[in-house]
């Protein structure tokens, strides 16, 4: 038997173990990545269900306030900011997802739109006017740039 024949097929046999592993490697990153934007956006449905519910819960004075907030009581101003800021929220929960690299571009641009249907009335821009300060800098930089008009 020759040494250096035996040699050979071994180093070729490491070699192409070695392949098999990096290929291996890169198909489970690209599946645990799936997974985890998978994850992500049903954490976002979930949390997108319960602002859907208290939308609906409070339709007529979200109603009222979209149009004309100035004819809100103190409470329900009150109210009004508050689920203004849920629907903001998880808009900006969303905004960090995506920031974050566990949402892709397809589905933050759905979740920008969909804001978009909120944010022309009158009294939505006015309570988000008075809610952005609390958010990050950059999250107010996102929505002013879809929406100029929201400023």
């Known amino acids: 038997m020759d040494w250096n024949l035996i040699t050979a097929i071994a180093s070729i046999v490491g070699v192409i173990g070695g392949i098999v592993s990096v290929g291996f490697l890169v198909f ?27 939308l609906a819960d409070n339709a007529e004075l979200f109603l009222r306030g979209c149009e004309a907030i100035e004819a809100l009581t103190r409470e329900e101003r009150f109210r009004f900011d508050r689920i203004v800021g849920a629907q903001m929220s998880l808009i900006y929960s969303a905004f960090v997802q995506h920031g974050e690299g566990l949402m892709g571009d397809k589905i933050w641009d759905a979740y920008l739109n969909a804001v978009g249907r909120y944010i022309a009335f009158p009294g939505f821009a006015e309570s988000w006017g008075t809610l952005k300060p609390a958010y990050p800098r950059s999250f107010r930089e996102a929505i002013g740039q879809k929406f100029p008009e929201a400023g």
């Not at 990153?29 to 985890?36: E, L, P």
């Not at 994850?39 to 979930?46: D, E, G, H, I, P």
């Open 28 to 54: 489970e990153v690209r599946h645990n990545t799936h997974a985890i934007e998978g994850a992500t956006v049903q954490s976002l449905m979930s949390l997108e269900r319960d602002v859907f519910a208290l």
